[in-house]
């Protein structure tokens, strides 16, 4: 075990400069070298003859020089051409010295490695590895060559070396790593030892091709992707089995105070906002943190059950923080806290990063002293500035726009010695039961699974944008019905600027072609202040139409609106189009939501679109979205901050997702010492979770 702990000094050829840029990789002991993987492989096990080359590919081939030529059209290049008896290649170098030239003379034979593409004179490497041989006899690599993930300075070749002396140290020489996943796992998946695992992966054996690893299927690659996926996993487990054994402030239950909140809304707990309430009242009273997640469609009432644990909180002598994604929705969260608590002593602020100088001094004061029951703001809450008197509560609203990161930083927030606040959080979408265990499982789950009586399903179309015109027609009808609408630009990648440039081109068009309509912009790039004056113009119907960004995927609630259009569906993820279609549909009237796309739309573009005109119900749309895109696009859009996965691949893997999660209760039923080293050997030292 020593060599395993030594720190990666001691291995020849890693010097001070090597160390420290080890170090930014997360790489301090030779353990940790033996855990950092290739993430991909370059084949040098042949040379390829020339007229057997094709674009796209990734060779070593080898050639006598022909000719060399300095070209000074376009950008200046050396072009070398070189030949073998099968046919003739280029080589392109943008960067090159006279030197250079003169050793790459006619007659030279050499070997060269890159990537093959097409170019005006045939197949051509740019900047290809080369060396001058006097014979092709041994150029070649008897297996694959593994490429290890790189940092500034860092060269391929040492981190090689470096490596291939842990593996001698450790894997070789029969010093075992401690496998820890238990014999009846390995038995029962028939995985390989980690040593052997290693081994393979690093030095993989020497039939293994490229493609055979790509496709995931090798037993080592698998074993080593479930031991990590494993990891992540129990991290969170971890995380959450740790808070709950802290204390937490025990909230009193109020009934007097409750009964007075319940009589001022303006409607009826559902049966599901109950049974949830029922949860939130279990955990806040047990003496130890609640970590919940309430999971549950657009429009299905979660904010007020994020307030009635509010009350329980300030009932009993305790702060609140609510988060909120973005400045629209946490003004929203204040204008419904404001009306729910409206009579009630509750003083409730605000905190956002816009709030600045004296006005910010005072909001921060409220906070210190306590005379603030209920703190609403974006995530500018929790910096180092703010500092709470009594944080008994912290509610994350839309959790879906915060990663796993920020909501584990969070748990530092707010806590003494002894206690630590109650955590509650909520989204809107749904994350299907496999994934939950990669995000969710360092929290207890709620679902509300009813909508508050009365809703009407939006009734949505699929319709392409050549029929721009008619739609612009049926605004105008609709407008003279006294009906609002929604337009909404978006484009893909969120790129903020063209975004709201597509939004202004569209709202300048739309005044053209509707000059009997009202119409309103509003767009990211606006002031807070500006948005909020046109989000409430619309809202008190000052407008028809309001032209947005996805910026109002969150955040308003304007019932008299039921008309809705969404330019570019088709490049949008279901979930996030339903969470747009979720604005209307809020009043009595019925509702339509105009998904238009593009033509060609493909099939699987047709077959996604078609969900949504299918189903209203947001789990369902999140499973279908899943099957067609695959869990690693799912949370890479959702989750900004994911993990960084070293050799799992979540669209590759994803059969691995469930027997993780048996692997990981029968090591935490059976096997817990083996929890913290399988942490530590897999995320140990770059300990990502924790920074955020
Ligand atoms: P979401 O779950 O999407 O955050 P909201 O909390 O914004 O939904 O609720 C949507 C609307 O439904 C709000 O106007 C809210 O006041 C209202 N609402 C919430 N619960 C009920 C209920 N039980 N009956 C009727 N309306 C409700
Ligand atoms: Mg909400």
Same mark, same amino acid.
């Given at each position: ?21 080890l ?19 370059e084949?040098r ?22 000719f ?37 003379s ?20 740019i ?7 006097s ?5 070649? !690599?008897?297996? #694959?060559?593994?490429?290890?993930? /790189? @940092? +500034?300075? *860092?060269?391929?070749?040492? &981190?090689? $070396? ?5 593996? !001698?140290?450790? #894997?070789?020489?029969?010093?075992? /790593? @401690? +496998?820890? *996943?238990?014999?009846?796992? &390995?038995? $029962?998946?028939d ?6 695992? #290693? ?13 055979? &690893? ?11 992707a ?5 990891s ?19 909230f009193?239950?109020?009934d ?45 009432g979660?904010?007020?059950?994020a ?13 609140v ?8 929705l ?41 005379t ?15 500092n ?14 915060f ?57 949505t ?72 004056t ?6 008190n ?79 369902v ?50 096997y ?11 995320l ?9």
């Open positions: 075990m020593e060599t395993l702990a030594q720190p990666v000094a001691s291995l020849t050829g890693i010097g001070p400069q090597s160390v420290s840029r170090e930014k990789l997360g790489i301090y002991t030779v353990q940790d070298l033996l855990f950092h993987l290739p993430h991909r492989y084949d096990t042949r040379i390829y003859p020339i007229n057997t080359l094709s674009s796209g590919m990734t060779v070593l081939t080898s050639g006598t020089v022909e060399t030529d300095v070209l000074m059209k376009g950008r200046r290049s050396l072009l070398c051409r070189i030949s073998d008896s099968s046919g003739y290649l280029t080589l392109r170098f943008f960067h090159f010295n006279a030197r250079q030239q003169s050793n790459l006619p007659g030279t034979l050499i070997s060269c490695f890159g990537e093959i593409r097409q170019g005006y004179q045939g197949l051509e490497i900047h290809p590895e080369y060396k001058i041989i014979s092709t006899d041994n150029i070649t !690599e008897p297996r #694959l060559t593994p490429i290890y993930p /790189l @940092t +500034d300075g *860092l060269r391929q070749s040492s &981190l090689r $070396k470096a490596v291939a002396q842990a593996l !001698e140290l450790c #894997l070789k020489n029969k010093q075992q /790593l @401690t +496998d820890w *996943l238990p014999p009846t796992l &390995l038995d $029962k998946y995985y390989p030892s980690l040593n052997n695992a #290693l081994l393979s992966i690093h030095e993989p054996e020497e039939q293994i091709t490229a493609e055979q &690893l790509q496709q995931g299927h090798l037993p080592a690659l698998k074993r080593l479930f031991e990590e996926l494993l992540h996993h129990l991290t969170l487990l971890n995380s959450k089995n740790t808070v709950k054994k802290w204390q937490a402030p025990v009193k239950v109020n007097l105070q409750s009964e007075v909140f319940i009589q001022n809304l303006s409607f009826q707990f559902t049966n599901a906002q109950k049974k949830v309430i029922e949860e939130i009242i279990y955990d806040c009273t047990s003496g130890h943190p609640m970590l919940r997640l309430v999971q549950g469609d657009v429009g299905s979660k904010t007020v059950v307030a009635y644990a509010a009350l329980l909180a300030i009932s009993s002598q305790y702060q923080a609510i988060m909120a994604p973005t400045e629209l946490s003004e929203q969260l204040l204008t419904n806290f404001k009306q729910w608590f409206s009579s009630t002593t509750t003083e409730i602020v605000y905190l956002t990063g816009q709030i600045k100088g004296k006005a910010r001094k005072q909001v921060l004061d409220t906070i210190k002293q306590g603030a029951n209920i703190i609403i703001g974006t995530h500018a809450l929790f910096q180092e500035s703010v709470f008197n009594n944080l008994g509560l912290i509610i994350i609203d839309e959790q879906h726009r990663g796993v990161h920020q909501r584990l930083a969070l748990r530092e927030k707010g806590q003494t010695e002894r206690s630590r606040p109650h955590q509650l959080i909520m989204t809107a979408t749904p994350i299907p039961r496999t994934l939950a265990m990669l995000q969710y499982s360092d929290l207890d789950i709620s679902i509300i699974d009813e909508l508050p009586p009365g809703r009407k399903p939006v009734i179309s699929v319709i392409p944008s050549n029929r721009r015109e008619e739609i612009i027609e049926k605004i105008e009808q609709w407008t003279i019905k006294k009906h609002q609408t929604y337009w909404v630009c978006t484009l893909i990648e969120e790129s903020d600027v063209l975004q709201c440039e597509a939004a202004e081109k569209t709202f300048e068009y739309l005044t053209q072609a509707l000059p009997n309509v009202n119409i309103a912009l509003v767009h990211g790039r606006m002031k807070s202040t500006e948005k909020d046109v989000m409430k113009g619309f809202k119907y000052e407008y028809d139409l309001l032209v947005a960004t996805t910026v109002i995927e969150v955040g308003v609630d304007v019932p008299n609106a039921s008309l809705m259009i969404i330019e570019n569906a088709e490049r949008l993820g279901l979930s996030q189009l339903h969470q747009l279609r979720g604005r209307v549909g809020r009043g009595e009237q019925e509702s339509y939501c105009l998904l238009m796309y593009q033509s060609p739309l493909s099939n699987t573009g047709k077959h996604r679109l078609g969900i949504l005109r299918e189903s209203n119900n947001g789990f749309i999140a499973e279908k979205d899943l099957e067609l895109r695959g869990p690693g696009d799912v949370m890479g859009t959702r989750q900004t901050g994911l993990m960084q996965l070293k050799i799992a691949n979540l669209n590759r893997d994803t059969d691995l997702l469930e027997p993780v999660q048996e692997a990981a209760e029968i090591i935490c039923a059976q817990p010492d083996s929890i913290q080293p399988i942490i530590d050997r897999w140990g030292h770059s300990n990502q979770y924790s920074e955020v």
